[in-house]
């Protein structure tokens, strides 16, 4: 399975963007996943997660409210769409597909950068 993420780019602060995290090779229907970032300089920290269904999201405290993570098993593919993008912000974004049993992290994606500057 490779997991890809894709639509990062140079945006100004309050702009948005939509990410997305496509998967070849096998379903992803059956993982719930994550979105992680990483900083320059900074440690991986958790973004988002939302559970193989869609039916349920978590987010960490820094981008409630302007982050959602969202899915389409239909395309094999996970979303995250990011409004009021804020410098902090700036990062590279990687999903992860987690396995229900476990919770065990199976596949882990090529990141896709975001720089919010102005």
């Known amino acids: 399975v490779q997991l890809q993420a894709s639509g990062g780019g140079l945006v100004q602060p309050g702009d948005s963007l939509r990410l997305s995290c496509t998967a070849s090779?096998?379903?992803?229907?059956?993982?719930?996943m994550d979105w992680f970032r990483q900083a320059p300089g900074k440690e991986r920290e958790f973004v988002a997660s939302?559970?193989?269904?869609?039916?349920?999201?978590y987010y960490a405290d820094s981008v409630k409210g302007r982050f959602t993570t969202s899915r389409d098993n239909a395309k094999n593919t996970v979303y995250l769409q990011m409004n009021s993008l804020k410098p902090e912000d700036t990062a590279v974004y990687s999903c992860?597909?987690?396995?229900?049993?476990?919770?065990?992290?199976?596949?882990w994606g090529q990141g896709t950068l975001v720089t919010v500057s102005s």
């Open positions: 090779g096998r379903a992803l229907s059956t993982y719930d």
């Open positions: 939302i559970s193989w269904s869609g039916g349920n999201t």
């Open positions: 992860a597909a987690r396995a229900r049993s476990s919770g065990d992290y199976v596949y």
